[in-house]
């Protein structure tokens, strides 16, 4: 299912459930009702202001309907994530065979994520115009696990390109750095909604292993679908836009539902993330030998879009 991604932006906001809907009011003065969204609709709830009041009631419904509500700090990021323990009705035994996974099998599927990723970053460059071959010319040279951290080697060399030379990558910074981190948040929340349905633990990579991180899984899974939100984010700056603003998260949070190129053709990026998902928790029960990872390209409402300057 492709739900809704709501963000609760303004501060003085209180949320709480009625007949099956999340209702927004205003907290002060005439408390007037701003609006209502099926819970059956919703697919994560992003906080990301000040002031913000919930009850407990409500946090309960998006629970059980696998909808994450996610806290946003400084910057736009991520700081905490309440999700359902629930996710799949075969949650222990694919819980189980995650644990008991082999360290060849999680190098090998490491390797093809990082793959994927390293060819959606060529596919963001060839959109904006940029040169494709310093990337290309790494995918080749990924080698189970990424020993040579092949990963890393393709970033440094993909954010100059993108944004040029003077560009830096900094999770506390501002401008396009604050832009890429609040496309990430939403990027993680809804792979968080795609693990857990997938009856997978967030908490058990394959690549992350920071012990303080309980979204481990998570980031491993959202990597090859980071170049979609570059590029959005490059196509924004473009266009004059380089601050999180309202009109430029509501472009991000649209990223997710873009078509993206896959074997059976194109689907909406959030659904390639629950296929990505599922796909992982089948390889490890054996019922598949591969990850289902969209093909490389980009979303059809970004690639081909731009002219080189």
């Not at 629930?86 to 090998?108: L, N, T, Y």
């Amino acid at each position: 299912m492709v739900g809704r991604i709501v963000e609760i932006a303004d501060d003085r906001r209180h949320l709480f459930v009625n007949r099956g809907f999340m209702v927004v009011r205003d907290s002060e003065g005439e408390r007037k009702e701003l609006g209502q969204i099926p819970l059956d609709d919703i697919a994560a709830v992003i906080a990301n202001a000040h002031g913000i009041t919930y009850t407990n009631n409500m946090l309960v419904a998006l629970a059980e309907r696998g909808a994450p509500f996610v806290l946003c700090g400084a910057n736009h990021n991520v700081v905490g994530m309440l999700f359902t323990l629930d996710g799949h009705h075969v949650q222990s035994k694919r819980i189980e065979a995650q644990i008991a996974a082999s360290q060849p099998m999680i190098k090998r599927l490491w390797s093809s994520i990082v793959k994927a990723k390293i060819e959606q970053q060529a596919a963001a460059l060839e959109a904006a115009g940029a040169l494709t071959v310093p990337l290309s010319a790494l995918v080749g040279k990924v080698r189970s696990g990424d020993p040579d951290n092949i990963e890393g080697q393709a970033a440094r060399r993909y954010w100059g390109l993108l944004f040029g030379p003077d560009f830096r990558r900094d999770q506390e910074g501002g401008g396009l750095n604050a832009l890429l981190n609040y496309g990430y948040t939403v990027l993680r929340s809804a792979t968080a909604r795609a693990v857990v349905a997938a009856g997978l633990h967030p908490s058990i990579g394959l690549h992350h292993s920071n012990d303080a991180n309980a979204m481990r899984l998570v980031d491993d899974l959202m990597e090859p679908f980071r170049p979609v939100v570059d590029l959005k984010v490059w196509q924004l700056n473009r266009t004059g836009e380089s601050h999180v603003t309202p009109e430029t998260k509501r472009a991000l949070v649209r990223v997710l539902y873009d078509d993206l190129p896959t074997n059976i053709g194109v689907t909406p990026v959030m659904v390639c993330m629950q296929r990505l998902a599922t796909s992982l928790a089948q390889v490890f029960l054996g019922e598949r030998n591969k990850l289902d990872l969209p093909l490389p390209g980009l979303p059809l409402s970004l690639a081909g879009s731009f002219e080189p300057d």
